[in-house]
């Protein structure tokens, strides 16, 4: 086992059409590597192809062309070692209506052969708050509770590799909390996480790294910290007390009037300390009513990034 979790080379899919619709490529040629121990965020508009990528790790899709390895188990050399190094939460809550949750975890644990006494399924529940549901039918629970279920069943092998594909999306609070406790605790014991969100504020909260995908493309990868730092660009804008007629200068700002009197002065974060751009501004002998600063968030960096081509 390498320091890669996962590793995707060239991945293709290309969903054949039914009844004489188009075929779809929803992944053209992906090459991905997730580092163990990480929490890895997948990101990308809706089709993106987030789905896709994950359902292929999961064994669920069968992928058209490339090479993925689990674990260090090439999924088409060893398929029951890389299958056993995955735990998948759909996006889709497809649950037996007839099985209780503890029967849920019981035949699942069963289809992986995790040997009975190493079977954990009340401490599962547990740990997803439905030990008071453990002998309900799936039918009975309500959506927040399947995302439970799904979740503890993902969980029942002991995978290596935690995945989650839209968790919180159209979740409440609560359920969200107690999935993102989950996910940290999880992988504070070492498991390595990949989760798909289209919360951009969680991503930049949850995750240690990122890639972007847009139309079947990754169009980037990085630490969460480096993608946002790619946009480094701030702006403070400055409300004078009274009208400015020396505009401030200093290397490394530039500077722009606005029409409501307020100026605005872009500089480089990294390069140039804000207390650099406020000293500049009283050189000039301005007064400083209110002052604002602007700067970009994993927000502008996804749609600059996905803007369409
Ligand atoms: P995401 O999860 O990023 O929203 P998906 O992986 O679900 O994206 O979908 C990627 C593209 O593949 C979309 O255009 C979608 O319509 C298409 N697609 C997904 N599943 C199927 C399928 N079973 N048959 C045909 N096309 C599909
Ligand atoms: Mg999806």
Redesign the pocket.
């Known amino acids: 086992m390498g320091a890669n979790a996962v590793e995707i080379r060239g991945l293709t899919k290309i ?1 054949r059409g039914r009844r004489g619709e188009p075929e ?1 490529h ?1 992944l053209n040629g992906v090459d991905l590597d997730i580092p163990a121990g990480c929490v890895f965020g997948l990101l ?1 508009p ?8 994950i359902n292929i790790l999961a064994g669920l899709v069968i992928k058209t062309a490339g090479k993925v390895t689990i674990w260090g188990f090439d999924q088409d050399v060893n398929p029951r070692q890389s299958r056993a190094s995955i735990g998948v939460m759909p ?1 889709e809550l497809n649950l037996d209506p007839f099985f209780t949750p503890r029967a849920a975890l019981e035949v699942q644990a069963g289809l992986y052969g995790v040997p009975r006494s190493q079977r954990r399924s009340d401490e599962i529940l547990r740990l997803v708050g439905l030990e008071d549901k453990a002998h309900a039918y799936a039918r009975t629970l309500s959506g927040g509770m399947r995302r439970r279920l799904l979740l503890a069943k993902a969980l029942v092998h002991h995978p290596h590799v935690l995945v989650l594909d839209e968790p919180t999306a159209g979740v409440d609070i609560e359920l969200r909390q107690m999935l993102w406790e989950n996910v940290r605790r999880l992988n504070d014991e070492g498991m390595t996480i990949v989760l ?1 969100t289209h919360y951009l504020e969680e991503a930049e909260q949850m995750c240690d790294e990122i890639a972007i995908i847009n139309h079947g493309e990754l169009v980037a990868q990085d630490s969460t910290a480096n993608l946002l730092s790619r946009l480094d660009g701030k702006t403070m804008i400055i409300h004078p007390e009274e009208e400015v007629t020396e505009l401030p200068q200093a290397p490394g700002i530039e500077v722009e009037r606005r029409p409501d009197g307020a100026l605005a002065l872009n500089y480089q974060a990294r390069s140039t300390p804000a207390e650099e751009v406020l000293a500049a501004v009283r050189r000039a002998g301005i007064r400083i009513r209110d002052v604002q600063t602007e700067q970009a968030d994993l927000q502008d960096v996804f749609l600059e990034l996905t803007r369409s081509r």
């Open positions: 969903y779809k929803a990308g809706n089709g993106a192809g987030k789905s896709t990528l996006q798909t």
